[in-house]
């Protein structure tokens, strides 16, 4: 085995989803002497175990995870909260001389656990007002006032994407300053080493398709069903979520199941696409293939030779490009 670093060393396991994170990261965490933070927007929500593939018990181990079942699906996530909460937990962790292993695919939560970033604030009346008058007058509407005043923001975020329009308008209007100020530096809080599993792309979708028909399989339909009850339609987070959204569709006659199942795997593919995209622009990140014989040795040994780093060259992602079908909230 690889010998650890002297230093204490965040490590992160970041990739797209199905590609085995998640095993990975309880194996780190098991041969580090450390513990797995959840690194997944939709892990962080109670009762959505089965549609965002949330390890059992059993399989964790006795590695304890942290900051998964800590909303209700009818609360809103958000990455500044979990910025706050991932930093409080992983350096409680470091203090105890135990390794913080970050894993999951939310590219906007890893960078909020890992790197400097800023998060613009938030503020609810005035968001409400931005929502009005998107309601009122559309997108495109919307996007036109937006291209007056943040010219930059406006170029990088589709005239469709009315939730974005959105949040970009309240932070010019609460800072005075551009949306784009707010994106995140490639440039680490502490010490860490990200380790990403590639996966060729005819194999991740047969993955993704494997994995969908084991949660149809495995009651996501009565999870959905149950979660419902419990508020998931009133929730601006959770019922966006890749297969719940589909489900409720099919629930509410929408749709069928079987085709809910066949538009949960097509938008899983099509996430599993962008998260790629995401992780690939960070340089820093150790790619290594999912199905390796050593993997685990492989991983360890990029732990082992991991130094403090300077900042590495990390594009500023176009928001309209920021995955966040499965793995976001708002910023």
Not at 149 to 172: F, H, K, M, Q
Not at 187 to 205: A, F, K, M, N, S
Not at 294 to 304: E, S, T
Request: one cysteine or more; hydrophobic letters at 45%; charged letters at 25%.
């Amino acid at each position: 085995m690889s010998e650890r670093p002297s230093g204490p060393v965040v490590v992160a396991v970041v990739g797209p989803t199905a590609s085995g994170k998640s095993d990975l990261g309880v194996d780190l965490a098991l041969a580090l002497g450390g513990e797995v933070v959840n690194a997944d927007a939709m892990q962080l929500y109670r009762g959505m175990d089965i549609g965002t593939a949330k390890l059992a018990r059993a399989e964790r181990r006795g590695v304890p995870h942290h900051l998964l079942d800590v909303l209700d699906v009818s609360q809103e996530a958000s990455v500044a909260a979990y910025q706050r909460q991932a930093t409080d937990v992983v350096e409680a962790l470091l203090a105890a001389g135990r390794t913080p292993v970050l894993v999951g695919g939310s590219g906007l939560y890893v960078r909020a656990a890992l790197d400097v970033l800023e998060i613009p604030p938030t503020d609810p009346e005035v968001r409400g007002r931005w929502e009005d008058r998107l309601f009122a007058d559309g997108p495109a509407a919307l996007h036109a006032v937006l291209a007056l005043r943040d010219p930059a923001a406006a170029a990088a975020i589709l005239p469709s994407n009315g939730r974005r329009v959105v949040r970009a308008l309240e932070v010019v209007e609460l800072t005075g300053r551009p949306f784009t100020a707010a994106l995140p530096r490639a440039e680490y809080v502490r010490p860490t080493v990200q380790v990403g599993l590639t996966v060729p792309h005819g194999v991740l979708d047969a993955r993704i398709d494997e994995r969908v028909d084991r949660m149809w399989a495995a009651g996501l339909v009565a999870e959905v069903e149950r979660l419902a009850d419990a508020g998931l339609r009133q929730g601006r987070t959770a019922s966006r979520a890749l297969g719940y959204a589909q489900v409720l569709r099919s629930l509410a006659g929408e749709c069928t199941d079987d085709e809910a199942r066949e538009q949960t795997a097509r938008a899983t593919r099509r996430f599993a696409r962008r998260q790629e995209a995401w992780f690939r622009r960070d340089t820093r990140i150790v790619r290594l293939p999912f199905d390796a014989p050593d993997l685990v040795g492989r991983a360890l040994a990029a732990v082992a030779a991991a130094t403090p780093q300077a900042p590495g060259p990390v594009d500023r992602a176009p928001l309209s490009r920021l995955p966040r079908e499965h793995g976001a909230g708002t910023a």
